[in-house]
């Protein structure tokens, strides 16, 4: 046999704490660092600005940041499913303006189109039901131009851009409209109570736990090889301290809010969706080499479309959480950094531009690192251009780090 | 879908050339506008025989593998699998019938691991869609096992990692994972070094061992002539002949790729088949 010709590397157990050097050599050969570098940035950032900004390192300061960041959280979910695919959405900025709008007229009193409790079903959900079925619509009919017909997906949402601006703008003659429906208010405006709080903790802690020792148990079962025990273990206290931590800090104030629940219960959900479902793995697929997609009978036009939902979907979900933070949706629904604070918040997380390559969580790192360098620089009464400024030097950072490990991917390869 | 055993690899080969042909194709024609790719080409492969296409840039070899793989249908003509009639319109199709396609770009995708590769598009999930990662992971390293690939570290690393030889055993593990029996396998080692294209051959001949038919497309006669059965050319879309390997030299192959005639000349004038030669 001469099979052996290759195999010169010594018999390591490629799971253990002693393979990690191995994992991670071959990640970056592979072009994957995974979500390290925003992470390390992110520590600087926050002892930075800990240090240098008044008022930075304070428990109200700790909720403003996630009640600021979740909606732009959702967006940046979307479009890691975007680029995941190679693709970019543009018109996310206004179809979150549009799902504002939807609410905000839905639950307009006296306005003829309000939208009442149906049962025991309370109004707000309903609006927010619709407001999202609406941008799943728009999702289908960007994305089919895109998938179907073949037109560049940055022409088709360039154009999405400007009409769902324009929409906006002839929806909302009276310029602004009050939300006054405490459903959708609560979505930004309300916390948990310090039992609850606490409760929450447990139980996400717990639930995660279980699913980690569940999957080992399963791997075992099917004679696959597991991580190592001690590593499992490490992750799992690490993320045991970070919830009690958070949920201690979040209580010190006001409470635990809705919105950072929200945040990672999209988290978990869209996480599943990538990582364990077919439809995931059919994007990653997409992303990584379409042809060899379709070659193996992967709907692309298909996974493509669903991309675009899911990028509207999730743009729609945080033009809501952005509306009840104002408690008004206004003509300027959606504009301004939106959308760059978005793409860019997946970016920076090492979501990768040409495809195939990054996590959800990606993006909820990066919207922290863009949220807190707005809320830092504020806090340092920076004005809005050093803020601009910052925001877009980070992000041209992560992609040149992007383009880079995209060309080692390229010779690592052959 | 569900994986199972490939029946066919625990059997010998101990078929002679007398056994029915696996596949058969007869008078196949195809024309894509006004380009006549094929005109009424022949074609068979048995169970357990590796079997050369070759023939030079344009002579239709592409355009052959992509009919029976189901990428685009034919315009006239009949393929036989079993000696019995199909159509095959899909790759779904020619997978149904056993037919698995080895690409000359491999169709791997470089972000995904070993086993997502293995399992790209017949993913092994439950009825919710979900993923039964255990169970791919299991099956794959059962697969590379029976193939004697050896030289994968760990099946979970990204393709990208992996040198040229082992993609292309990636990809043909992949092919015949799927109860396949018959794997076509264009240029295989088109891109690789004198030590993997060794390796690689290698697996192409105990593929043919196990049971399977195989169909080897390559411009190298020396790999064709290391483990080729029977060889057939084609030429200007054409079948011009097809050699026993073990009956015939390379000078007699290279002649026929570059100047051989149709036999057949039914359907078209005899000054066009005088023409093309």
Redesign the interface.
């Known amino acids: 046999m001469s099979t052996q010709v290759e195999s010169a590397l010594p018999d390591i157990d490629p799971t253990g704490i002693g393979a990690i050097p191995f994992r991670i050599r071959e990640n970056v050969k592979a072009g994957n660092l995974g979500s390290w570098p925003v992470v390390v940035v992110l520590v600087i950032m926050v002892a930075y600005f800990g240090f240098t900004a008044n008022n930075f390192f304070t428990a109200v300061n700790f909720n403003n940041i996630i009640i600021q960041m979740a909606g732009t959280t959702m967006l940046a979910y979307g479009v890691v499913f975007v680029l995941l695919i190679g693709e970019i959405d543009l018109s996310i900025g206004f179809v979150s303006g549009i799902a504002g709008v939807v609410v905000a007229e839905l639950q307009l009193p006296d306005s003829g189109h309000q939208i009442h409790d149906v049962g025991p079903i309370p109004a707000g959900v309903l609006i927010i039901g619709v407001a999202l079925l609406v941008c799943a619509a728009i999702g289908v009919f960007q994305g089919s131009i895109v998938a179907r017909i073949g037109v560049p997906a940055f022409v088709v949402t360039l154009a999405g851009l400007s009409i769902w601006q324009g929409t906006i703008q002839k929806a909302l003659p009276e310029q602004v409209v009050i939300i006054q429906d405490t459903t959708i208010n609560n979505l930004a405006g309300y916390f948990f109570s310090d039992t609850w709080g606490w409760i929450i903790a447990v139980v996400g802690v717990g639930a995660y736990a279980a699913i980690v020792i569940g999957g080992m148990l399963s791997a075992r079962r099917h004679g696959v090889a597991i991580r190592d025990p001690a590593l499992v273990i490490l992750k799992l206290l690490a993320v045991a301290v970070l919830s009690f931590g958070a949920v201690a800090i979040c209580n010190s104030d006001r409470g635990v809010p809705f919105a950072l629940l929200l945040v990672i219960i999209m988290l978990i959900l869209l996480t599943f969706l990538a990582k364990r479902t077919t439809f995931g793995r059919h994007v990653y697929a997409v992303g990584g080499n379409a042809e060899a997609a379709r070659r193996a009978g992967i709907n692309v036009p298909r996974v493509r479309t669903i991309v675009f939902v899911i990028s509207s979907v999730m743009a729609g979900l945080g033009g809501i959480v952005l509306a009840a933070r104002l408690n008004s949706v206004n003509i300027a629904a959606g504009s301004g950094t939106l959308l760059i604070d978005a793409i860019s918040a997946a970016v920076i997380g090492g979501t990768s531009l040409f495809g195939g390559r990054g996590e959800v969580r990606n993006a909820l790192f990066g919207a922290m690192v863009v949220v807190t360098i707005s809320n830092g620089l504020n806090t340092q009464n920076r004005s809005a251009g050093d803020i601009l400024i910052a925001t877009g030097m980070i992000l041209l950072i992560a992609v040149i780090v992007d383009t880079v490990l995209k060309r080692r991917q390229t010779k690592a390869g052959r | 879908m569900r994986f199972t055993p490939n029946p066919r690899m625990a059997v010998t080969a101990t078929e002679t050339p007398t056994t029915a042909p696996l596949l058969e194709i007869r008078d196949l024609s195809k024309s894509f506008g006004s380009v006549q790719a094929l005109t009424e080409v022949d074609f068979e492969v048995r169970a357990g025989e590796v079997m050369a296409l070759v023939g030079d840039n344009g002579a239709g070899k592409s355009t052959l593998i992509k009919c029976i793989a189901g990428?685009h249908g034919w315009d006239s003509g009949e393929v036989r699998v079993d000696g019995k009639p199909v159509s095959i319109n899909?790759?779904?199709d020619a997978?149904g019938l056993g037919i698995e396609v080895v690409?000359q770009?491999?169709?791997?995708?470089?972000?995904?691991d070993v086993v997502?590769n293995m399992y790209?598009?017949?993913?092994a999930?439950n009825g919710?869609?979900?993923?039964k990662?255990?169970?791919m992971?299991?099956k794959t390293?059962e697969t590379m096992k029976s193939l004697?690939?050896?030289?994968i570290?760990?099946i979970?690393?990204?393709v990208?990692?992996l040198?040229?030889?082992?993609r292309q055993s990636v990809a043909v593990a992949r092919a015949v994972m799927w109860n396949s029996r018959l794997v076509i396998l264009d240029e295989p080692t088109a891109?690789l070094g004198v030590?993997?294209t060794?390796?690689v051959l290698?697996l192409v001949a105990r593929l043919a061992d196990q049971g399977l038919a195989v169909v080897l497309i390559s411009h190298n006669l020396h790999d064709i002539f290391a483990v080729a059965t029977r060889i057939t050319v084609l030429r200007l879309g054409y079948s011009i002949a097809v050699f026993e390997r073990e009956k015939t030299t390379q000078q007699e192959v290279i002649g026929a790729i570059t100047a051989g005639t149709p036999t057949k000349v039914s359907g078209i004038p005899t000054e066009a088949a005088e023409a093309i030669a």
């Open positions: 990428i899909s790759p779904k997978a690409y770009d491999l169709a791997l995708c470089d972000n995904l997502q790209l598009g017949r993913e999930s919710f869609q979900v993923l990662e255990p169970v992971e299991a390293a004697r690939v050896t030289t570290r760990s979970r690393q990204p990208a990692t040198s040229g030889g082992q891109a030590a993997q060794a390796q290698e």
